[in-house]
Nanobody, 121 residues
Framework: VQLQACGGGLVQAGGSLRLSCAAS????????MGWFRQAPGKEREFVAR????????LYADSVKGRFTISRDNAKSTVYLQMNSLKPEDTAVYYC???????????????WGQGTQVTVSS
């Protein structure tokens, strides 16, 4: 499975960004697609995840109500719409796939290369 993430950038607090993650290869066993983020000096943390089949979503409390994860099965692409961004959202954002459900990054098998999101105050 190969994952290609893009869409990061620099935005002011209160602004919006949309990240995309295109999957290719043997994706049939990747039932869950997740977004994680990692700020300098901090551990990688769960942001959101979605199931390919039903589109069931799960969010970290810190982003609930501001971020929306969605998928386009025809394009094998997952999106993360980020609204009302805060400086504390600044991090490198990664997409990843897993065959079982978990918020733990160690459960995810394949990772994209990461895309930087910087929110200025």
């Amino acid at each position: 499975v190969q994952l290609q993430a893009c869409g990061g950038g620099l935005v002011q607090a209160g602004g919006s960004l949309r990240l995309s993650c295109a999957a290719s290869g043997r994706t049939f066993s990747s039932y869950f697609m997740g977004w994680f983020r990692q700020a300098p000096g901090k551990e990688r943390e769960f942001v959101a995840r979605i199931t390919w089949s039903r589109g069931t979503t799960l969010y970290a409390d810190s982003v609930k109500g501001r971020f929306t994860i969605s998928r386009d099965n025809a394009k094998s692409t997952v999106y993360l719409q980020m609204n009302s961004l805060k400086p504390e959202d600044t991090a490198v954002y990664y997409c990843a796939t897993a065959s079982s459900d978990s918020r733990w990054h160690g459960n995810y098998d394949y990772w994209g290369q990461g895309t930087q999101v910087t929110v200025s105050s």
